[in-house]
Nanobody
C-alpha cells in the first residue's frame, strides 16, 4: 500500500518560487513519481515525472520553469517551481501509477481513479 503526502503549497506573488514536496510511504523507490495540477473545471494536467533512477520528463508548458527531483533515501519527490504565474494557480498532486513509466506520463489522460494520489496542496499565485 502506498500513501502520498504533498506539502509546500501556499500563496506567492507572480515571479516568485515554491518547492513542493511529496513524501511517500510504502514501496515507491522503484517506481516513477509524477506531479499533476488541477484547476476548477479542468482535467488534471501533467507537469513532470521522474524515474527511480532520476530520469525526468517535463511538460513543455512548464519545462523552462519547473524542475522535478527526488531523494530516494527520504522517499520524497520535489517540484521546484520558479517564475510562477497566476495561471499556475491550482491544486498540485503527486502520483504513483501502477503501469506508467516516467516517460509515459503526459501521453495519456490522467485518471484520478488509477494509482495512488496524495490529497493535494494548494498553490495560489497573485498578480
Amino acid at each position: 500500500q502506498v500513501q502520498l503526502q504533498e506539502s509546500g503549497g501556499g500563496l506567492v506573488q507572480a515571479g516568485g518560487s515554491l518547492r513542493l514536496s511529496c513524501v511517500a510511504s510504502g514501496s515507491t523507490s522503484a517506481k516513477a513519481i509524477a506531479w499533476y495540477r488541477q484547476t476548477p473545471g479542468k482535467e488534471r494536467e501533467f507537469l513532470a515525472a521522474i524515474s527511480s533512477g532520476g530520469s525526468t520528463n517535463h511538460a513543455p508548458s512548464v519545462e523552462d520553469r519547473f524542475t522535478i527531483s527526488r531523494d530516494n533515501r527520504k522517499n520524497t519527490a520535489y517540484l521546484q517551481m520558479d517564475n510562477l504565474k497566476p495561471e499556475d494557480t491550482g491544486v498540485y498532486y503527486c502520483n504513483v501509477h501502477p503501469r506508467l513509466r516516467y516517460s509515459d506520463h503526459g501521453l495519456v489522460k490522467a485518471d484520478p481513479t488509477i494509482g495512488y494520489w496524495g490529497q493535494g496542496t494548494q498553490v495560489t499565485v497573485s498578480s
